[in-house]
């Protein structure tokens, strides 16, 4: 079975410009996540989609970071206009059906620098 | 959700000892996963074990979960160079949507 996909794997940019990464989840997951894993540290939750409606979004910065999951498959996650702070690998992860027991499987993620 | 801490934060040792990492959290749980992260393979789930079990057992993997002390451990046996990892553990809370919060990790090396 097909893993989930990211891309870019790669961006650089500079502070105050906007950049987007796209997610397509594992085929049938209804929930889908998106971490910001800066390095040291684990990965945090942004956002938990479950189709397309949004369950968790409390550590989202919301006044720069959105979210979107179309049609319940794929999500993009958007930053505007990006901090150096913002630099991280952000992952993308799905799972069955987003109860605690379920399996999270995870991408390959993102890996943003902002200069 | 809640987090879960690991200790210590690092771990070296070397190929064929065990090596043994902790978990502690601080609400009831239903269940708590591993996973572990390196850089080839990324995030991956390891073990899962419930909160009615004391003990599970998946190939070199062992993991114990005492919820009177509200911890767990994971024990790796026979290490390989490619068990060098980071590895989280991640409390499930007991009803509802469930989201994973991580946290530091233990750092494992191990050197041939």
Not at chain 1, 12 to 31: D, L, M
Not at chain 1, 74 to 90: C, F, G, N, R
Not at chain 2, 24 to 43: D, F, H, P
Request: some cysteine; proline content about 4%.
């Amino acid at each position: 079975e097909a893993g989930v996909a990211q891309s870019p794997r790669y961006k650089i940019i500079e502070k105050r410009q906007s950049v987007a990464f796209w997610c397509n989840p594992i085929s049938g997951h209804a929930t889908l996540y998106w971490y910001q894993q800066i390095l040291g540290q684990g990965p945090k939750l942004l956002i938990q989609f479950q189709n397309n409606g949004v369950v968790d979004d409390s550590q989202l910065p919301k006044d720069r970071f959105s979210a979107e999951r179309l049609k319940g498959v794929d999500s993009t996650l958007k930053i505007q206009p990006a901090k150096l702070e913002d630099s991280a690998v952000y992952l993308c992860a799905s799972s069955f059906g987003g109860v605690s027991t379920d399996t999270q499987y995870f991408g390959p993620g993102t890996r943003l620098t902002v200069l | 959700s809640q987090q879960g801490e690991e200790d210590p934060q690092a771990l070296s040792i070397q190929e064929g000892e065990n090596a043994t990492m902790n978990c502690s959290y601080k609400t009831s749980i239903n269940n708590l996963q591993w996973y572990r992260q390196n850089s080839g393979r990324g995030l991956v789930h390891l073990i899962l074990i419930r909160s009615n079990e004391r003990e599970k057992h998946s190939g070199r993997l062992r993991v114990t979960l005492d919820t009177s002390k509200k911890s767990s451990s994971l024990l790796i046996t026979a290490s390989r160079a490619a068990d060098t990892a980071s590895y989280f553990c991640a409390p499930g809370r007991r009803s509802g949507y469930s989201t994973l919060t991580f946290g530091k990790g233990t750092m494992l090396l191990v050197s041939p």
